[in-house]
Structure formats: structure tokens, C-alpha cells
């Protein structure tokens, strides 16, 4: 049975644009006989990694500091694909970054340079084969979402393991409206699930049906201007 670990780093926890793309997603997964866990960064403890490199000397592939990490790092190793699902912040949530700072006692100190670039391996006990990332975003354009998904690769690659791609849902919070495309796109999300298991990999023209416009940008800045005049009325009113 492939087991999964998603990582979600949404401060808004189960209310979240992330866990709202998430759910057809996990169900396909799941319809594909795939164990499916989803933790969210906000409910834990996690620190900031401070950097001494303990994990690769003193005391090899264990990080000291003592928070809800430890019990993270044993569901991290007996996991086949790890999914990084986050909302961008410019460009992360503060949690999700502390998590993948302290990925560091997962990966060897032996360095090494491949295509001009420095690279590392993961212990021997790491079952993790595949990264996936799930990147949503409030703006209209796609392109601003690239930035966390390049984080999310460059992880992947720097410890040599697979990046399997990444979905991607800009301004997410209109996935919420009832409407017969966001239908078919959530629809979308589970037969992704389902063949990322059974086949371990996703088809480019699934990843762009996902990702297309829900509105164009002219009808989504009308709406942004919108909510602004909104906001701004409800505050003089109150004046
Ligand atoms: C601090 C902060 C920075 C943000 N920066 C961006 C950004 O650069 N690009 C973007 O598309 N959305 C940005 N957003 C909007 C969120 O990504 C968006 O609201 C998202 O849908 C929230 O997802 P969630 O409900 O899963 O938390 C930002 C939000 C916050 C709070």
C-alpha cells in the first residue's frame, strides 16, 4: 500500500482554500488504496531549525530540539510521497518554512555536485521516493505562484528526490463558488489522485485544467474592487 503524507501548511487549518483543493484529491488517492494522513503545520510545534549541524555530526540524522518535530520524522521516513500543500505567503507561511528547515536531519552531510549544482542524499532510512507540491494563491496569475513551487523543487532535487510536479490553483477562494467548471475541476483533482497512485505521475493537461482562469482579469479586479468598496464602507460606517 503506497502511504502518503501531505504536509499542509494553511494557517487556516481545515477552513483553508489548501484543504478545500485538497479534499477530491485525498478521496482519489484514496480510491486508489493509498494510506493518506494530512497534517497541519499550525497544530504542531514546530521550531525554527537554528543551524548547528548537530544532525550531521554529533549525533547523525537527529535533530535535539525537542517539539512535535520527533514525532513527525518517523511518519516522514515510512512515507513513500510527501505532498507539500501550501497557500504562498510572498513566498510561505512561517511554519511551513520552519518544517522544511528541519528536513536537514533527513539528508547526508556527504555533498556532491551535479549539474553544477550542490546536492545531497537522504539517509538510508528515508522511504520517501516522490515530492508533490499543491500551491494555491489568492492573486489572478499563475506565474506568481512559481516561486514556492521552485522552493518546493529545489528541496526535491537537493535531496535527490523525485519532484513529481506541482498543482497549482490561483485565485483559489473562487474554486468555491457553485459552478459547473469548478465542478469539473474538482473532479479533475481526484482523477489526479487516483492515477498519481496507481501511475505515479500526472498529465500535464490535468495540471492545466486545474490551474485555468475562473474568471478573467479584468472581471476579477471589477470584483476585487468590489470587496474593497465594501470593506471600506463597512469601516466608515463605523466612524
Ligand atoms: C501574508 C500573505 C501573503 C500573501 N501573498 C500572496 C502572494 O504573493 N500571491 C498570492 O497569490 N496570494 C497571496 N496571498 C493570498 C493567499 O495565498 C490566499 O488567500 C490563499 O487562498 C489562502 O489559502 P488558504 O485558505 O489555504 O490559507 C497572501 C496572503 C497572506 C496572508
Same mark, same amino acid.
Given at each position: 500500500?503506497? %502511504?502518503?503524507?501531505? /504536509?499542509?501548511?494553511?494557517?487556516?487549518?481545515?477552513? +483553508?482554500?489548501?484543504?478545500?483543493? !485538497?479534499?477530491? #484529491? *485525498?478521496?482519489?488517492?484514496?480510491?486508489?488504496?493509498?494510506?493518506?494522513?494530512?497534517?497541519?503545520?499550525?497544530?504542531?510545534?514546530?521550531?525554527?531549525?537554528?543551524?548547528?549541524?548537530?544532525?550531521?555530526?554529533?549525533?547523525?540524522?537527529?535533530?535535539?530540539?525537542?517539539?512535535?518535530?520527533?514525532?513527525?520524522?518517523?511518519?516522514? %521516513?515510512?512515507?513513500? /510521497?510527501?505532498?507539500?500543500?501550501?497557500?504562498?505567503? +510572498?513566498?510561505?507561511?512561517?511554519? !511551513?518554512?520552519? #518544517? *522544511?528547515?528541519?528536513?536537514?536531519?533527513?539528508?547526508?552531510?556527504?555533498?556532491?555536485?551535479?549539474?553544477?549544482?550542490?546536492?545531497?542524499?537522504?539517509?538510508?532510512?528515508?522511504?520517501?521516493?516522490?515530492?508533490?507540491?499543491?500551491?494555491?494563491?489568492?492573486?489572478?496569475?499563475?506565474?506568481?505562484?512559481?516561486?514556492?513551487?521552485?522552493?518546493?523543487?529545489?528541496?526535491?532535487?537537493?535531496?535527490?528526490?523525485?519532484? +513529481?510536479?506541482?498543482?497549482?490553483?490561483?485565485?483559489?477562494?473562487?474554486?468555491?463558488?457553485?459552478?459547473?467548471?469548478?465542478?469539473?475541476?474538482?473532479?479533475?483533482?481526484?482523477?489526479?489522485?487516483?492515477?498519481?497512485?496507481?501511475?505515479?505521475?500526472?498529465?500535464?493537461?490535468?495540471?492545466?485544467?486545474?490551474?485555468?482562469?475562473?474568471?478573467?482579469?479584468?472581471?476579477?479586479?471589477?470584483?476585487?474592487?468590489?470587496?474593497?468598496?465594501?470593506?471600506?464602507?463597512?469601516?466608515?460606517?463605523?466612524?
Amino acid at each position: 500500500m503506497t %502511504k502518503v503524507i501531505i /504536509i499542509n501548511g494553511s494557517p487556516r487549518t481545515e477552513k +483553508s482554500n489548501t484543504t478545500f483543493l !485538497m479534499t477530491p #484529491f *485525498i478521496e482519489g488517492m484514496k480510491k486508489a488504496e493509498a494510506s493518506v494522513e494530512m497534517i497541519y503545520t499550525k497544530k504542531l510545534k514546530i521550531l525554527p531549525c537554528i543551524g548547528c549541524f548537530k544532525c550531521w555530526g554529533e549525533t547523525i540524522g537527529e535533530c535535539f530540539i525537542q517539539d512535535d518535530m520527533q514525532e513527525l520524522y518517523p511518519k516522514l %521516513k515510512e512515507s513513500d /510521497i510527501l505532498i507539500l500543500a501550501t497557500p504562498v505567503y +510572498s513566498p510561505l507561511p512561517g511554519e !511551513m518554512q520552519n #518544517f *522544511i528547515n528541519r528536513l536537514v536531519p533527513l539528508i547526508d552531510s556527504l555533498l556532491e555536485i551535479r549539474n553544477g549544482r550542490t546536492r545531497t542524499k537522504c539517509h538510508d532510512d528515508v522511504n520517501i521516493s516522490k515530492i508533490l507540491a499543491v500551491v494555491v494563491g489568492g492573486w489572478w496569475e499563475l506565474e506568481n505562484l512559481d516561486l514556492v513551487v521552485k522552493i518546493f523543487e529545489e528541496v526535491a532535487e537537493t535531496y535527490t528526490i523525485e519532484f +513529481s510536479g506541482a498543482i497549482r490553483r490561483p485565485h483559489a477562494h473562487l474554486l468555491r463558488n457553485e459552478s459547473d467548471k469548478n465542478k469539473e475541476i474538482l473532479q479533475t483533482l481526484e482523477k489526479i489522485g487516483i492515477n498519481f497512485v496507481k501511475e505515479g505521475k500526472i498529465d500535464i493537461s490535468d495540471l492545466e485544467f486545474v490551474s485555468q482562469p475562473l474568471v478573467d482579469q479584468e472581471e476579477y479586479l471589477e470584483r476585487s474592487k468590489r470587496n474593497y468598496l465594501k470593506r471600506k464602507n463597512a469601516q466608515n460606517s463605523i466612524e
